[in-house]
């Protein structure tokens, strides 16, 4: 039997500060854990996709290869507000099913200050297909699909916030906060939806360890709403 090799990632992030995470990082972290950045390494630049796109396959393969993430490689992420996720969900995405999700605030070990590198790995990047739905297809299927909103319950309402330029929801979506437990949803093809397509990862995550697929709309409400054709919600 091939041998297993066990990264931790850390993954924390700060939508309000983009140094947050490397900072914590420093400061201390699981010892041997490489560190990835939700807006350099697990997002395309920020533009007409949305403040967080999904990475090419070829730049996301050459970011977990650095982390030490390959076959044979068993990735455990941690961190903040659906960094975690959101690498667990990229890993997924490309093909690598072999990784968990770890609150830190359980982990019971030491932790190491400093940068650490890891033995590099060469990650072989095989993109899923139907896990993911654009904005087109998910304007076209409204009433069709079980919409489900991680944002905080005032974005989704659509009151005026720093972080939405134009504030509101996608038609028909119902709340279920990323910071709350999952609420009872109905039965359906589920799409999960966020700001900016981080936050969403943590309820797709969820989904996931109840036996329920969701697709993941990447855009978010920060494509949706650059697009003034696409109907809004509030209230």
């Not at 490689?73 to 999700?101: I, K, N, P, S």
């Not at 995550?205 to 993941?216: D, F, I, S, V, Y």
């Amino acid at each position: 039997m091939a041998r297993v090799r066990y990264q931790f990632v850390d993954c924390r992030w700060s939508l309000d500060d983009p140094d947050y995470g490397r900072t914590a990082y420093l400061a201390g972290h699981v010892p041997g854990a490489t560190f990835l950045d939700v807006e350099r390494d697990l997002s395309a630049p920020a533009g007409a996709g949305g403040r967080h796109p999904l990475p090419r396959a070829a730049d996301f393969a050459g970011t977990a290869g650095r982390a030490g993430i390959g076959a044979g490689v068993f990735v455990v992420a941690y961190g903040t507000t659906g960094g975690a996720e959101r690498l667990w969900w990229l890993l997924r995405h490309f093909g690598h099913d072999d990784c968990a999700v770890l609150d830190l605030a359980g982990w019971r070990g030491p932790l190491r200050s400093g940068a650490e590198a890891a033995e590099p790995a060469q990650f072989d990047p095989r993109s899923r297909s139907g896990d993911t739905i654009e904005a087109d297809e998910l304007a076209a299927r409204l009433g069709e699909l079980v919409i489900v909103d991680a944002r905080l319950p005032e974005r989704f309402r659509g009151e005026p916030n720093p972080v939405d330029r134009v504030p509101g929801r996608v038609p028909g979506a119902v709340n279920a906060p990323w910071n709350q437990d999952l609420p009872g949803l109905p039965p359906g093809e589920l799409v999960a939806y966020c700001g900016s397509g981080v936050t969403a990862c943590v309820v797709v995550h969820r989904l996931q360890l109840e036996g329920r697929e969701a697709k993941l709309y990447p855009g978010s409400w920060s494509e949706w709403e650059q697009r003034g054709e696409l109907p809004r919600e509030r209230g």
